[in-house]
């Protein structure tokens, strides 16, 4: 065996060497993760959009880059572009950065994860270090052969793609039987699911309120026979402490030992802890919550009155808004929590109602001829934002009707070929999955000050779907 001996010297050069290597590697890992050369947000940037199909951090952009249904799965751990959970950097102005063939530029966008995320209950969070997101089980029923890809697993991924993505919890009922939202208290992110109908795995469990620790992954039952659900806006800032202000009703009506057929309770999701709001012998449906306010309906009559209570003192409830809520299709508060805004089924009217009034105070019509039904999409910089038969894109502001000045409609767009199940609203843009050749891909619409632009898409199209104006422009820059 043959023998090396280092003199001193030589061993200071090899470790100054060594030294500078790691040093090196060092100063090359910086900003990035899993090798590569992609540099990733940090928590402190701003978030825009939690809870969409997009969700904004800074000049970086995650979102779903399109939309398949959990049904449409062929193939168990598959992998999706359509689908997938992507991000993308951003230019000064917020726009996506765009190659010389107008598609997403490579060195710009990177998979976050190649689940499908696209689907029925997709939403995407940042809270922390984290994003959260959903993705269809791609287990089988316990016990059987058949794939449970209606269940939903709950997912969390760091921001930077660093580390393995986490689940959190998998669903026990279906999507279509699934409420949630999350909230942060500046350290600890807490998941609330509502749970409808039988639990799949327990059928003598129904109608379960459930609390999830994102860090400890522990679930607590809240309640079960909860027949409806106020989970409070944590975007909306007009609400403080949003995660004290969680309401539902817990139906006993088929209980014998029960002091009250329905109870109202408050919950806190970050201290766990349920109290009883208002008890009665009434069916009532929780149905939204302000900063000082909850809303319920009386169903005890043959119309549903809205009712309201403050949250705080022990005055009881008192009449507000439309005197029948069963006949709107659509009941919504305004962030401020001021007016309430209802349509009807196959109406082209929008109706506001200010405190007190059982009749609407504004009554705004859309007057086009071709226009036969109006659909509600969201709130947006003071506007009530929706879309009519004809797929137009349309805004009137609430903050006029409130202040008795003109509330005129707004054309924003015109669009074809989109999914009117999903929509997003971030106050700047809305989102929205539109088809393109054989699949559905996410794009944006500029919301706020549209000066006549397009829709936008946003993210990766499969090489089949490329629009032939684009194939063509590279034609013509390949002759010239």
Known sequence: MKRFNLKLKDFTKILVCLILIVFTLGLAACGRSNNDNFTYPTSQLETVGNGGMAVRKGDYLYFVNGYISSADMETQNASYTVGALMIA?????????????????DEYYRTMSDRLCGFEATGLYIFGDYLYFTSPCQENESGDEVWAQNRVDFYRIRLDRSGDVERLYQSEVEHSNLEYEYYYNGSNVYLLVYEKEANLDNSDITNRLLRIDANSKDVQTIDTNVSSVVMSDTNNEFISNAYEKI?????????EDADYAYVLKRYDIVNNNSTDFRTSNDDMTALFVTNNYVYITDNTNSRSIMMRASLSGNSGFERSGPINTSLYSTLVMTPEGNCIVGIRSESTTIEFFIYGDDTASCVIEDSEESVTSVTFIGFANGYVVYYDNNNAIKMVSYANVMSNSNAEVITVATLSDINTSYFDLDGEYLYFYKTVGSHSYLHRLAINNNFDESEEMIGVYLEEDIPEETEESEETEATA
Not at 89 to 105: A, C, F, P, R, Y
Not at 247 to 255: A, K, M, P, R, T
């Open 89 to 105: 950097k951003l230019d000064q102005s917020g726009n996506i950065i765009l190659n010389e063939d107008d598609l997403l530029d």
């Open 247 to 255: 309401f539902y009703v817990q139906d006993n009506s088929e209980s």
